[in-house]
């Protein structure tokens, strides 16, 4: 079994602020990791994706993650936020390479910009 | 512009009727899928089809039912609806490809929000 745990269920910030957006995920075989963004009353879009090699993943927009190993971890980043930024954002897991886009969601967190 | 198209984009329901959610894309994915979103929940996938012809239960599936006739359309049926099926769905599809599957990107529809009353 898989799953996928987001720490902080709201986030707010400052514009122009760091923000850490924090995942850990729990699976007993490798693991395919996502980061899903959902703009107000938008479907999902990707934001990034860790699929092997290097740990540390750039997306789209300015955010990265790092894949941890042996912390069971995905935290997404990004050193200056936006306003636009303001969304819902998903960590997702799919582990063992199985059926097509049967994946755990995380609960989601909302990030919240404040000007 | 490629992509996903749902309709209804909202709709209210009395408890007891029956409602198709229709869900069409143009990219000629094999793969679609329905996922509910509620809130605290994230998304809960509900049905999947991996090529046309072809469907399987997710991890919600009560309730629900799905048919596959064609590649591009993927239509949700709610038989009689409750009020705990009040949520917003989504529809997606990914590109079986080639190797791993778990790696395919999702291409997500807007939404289809649902009242049951």
């Known amino acids: 079994a898989q799953s996928v745990t987001q720490l902080d269920s709201q986030v707010p910030v400052f514009e122009e602020a760091p923000v850490e957006l924090r995942c850990n995920y729990s699976?007993?075989?490798?693991?395919?990791l996502f980061w899903y963004v959902q703009y107000p009353n938008q479907g999902l879009q990707l934001l990034l994706k860790?699929?092997?090699?290097?740990?540390l993943v750039k997306g789209i927009n300015g955010f990265e993650a790092e894949f941890n190993k042996s912390q069971t971890s995905f935290h997404l980043r990004k050193p200056s936020v936006h306003i636009s930024d303001t969304a819902e954002y998903f960590c997702v897991i799919n582990a063992g390479g199985t059926s097509y886009g049967k994946l755990t969601f995380g609960q989601g967190t909302i990030l919240t910009v404040h000007p | 512009i490629a992509g996903i198209t749902q309709a209804p984009t909202s709709q209210i329901l009395a408890a007891g009727r029956r409602m198709t959610l229709r869900c069409t894309q143009d990219?000629?994915?094999?793969?679609m899928y329905w996922y509910r979103q509620d809130l605290g929940l994230g998304l809960r996938l509900i049905h999947y089809?991996?090529?046309?012809?072809?469907?399987g239960k997710g991890e919600v599936p009560d309730g629900y039912s799905v048919s596959r006739a064609n590649t591009d359309d993927f239509p949700l049926t709610l038989a009689s609806a409750v009020p705990s099926q009040t949520s917003v769905y989504f529809c997606?599809?990914?590109?079986?490809?080639?190797?791993?599957?778990?790696?395919?990107?999702?291409?997500f529809g807007a939404g289809s929000r649902l009242t049951v009353l």
């Open positions: 997606a599809s990914s590109d079986s490809g080639q190797g791993s599957s778990g790696a395919n990107v999702l291409t």
């Open positions: 990219m000629r994915h094999n793969a």
């Open positions: 860790y699929l092997s090699g290097s740990t």
């Open positions: 699976s007993s075989v490798s693991v395919y």
């Open positions: 089809s991996n090529t046309a012809g072809t469907t």
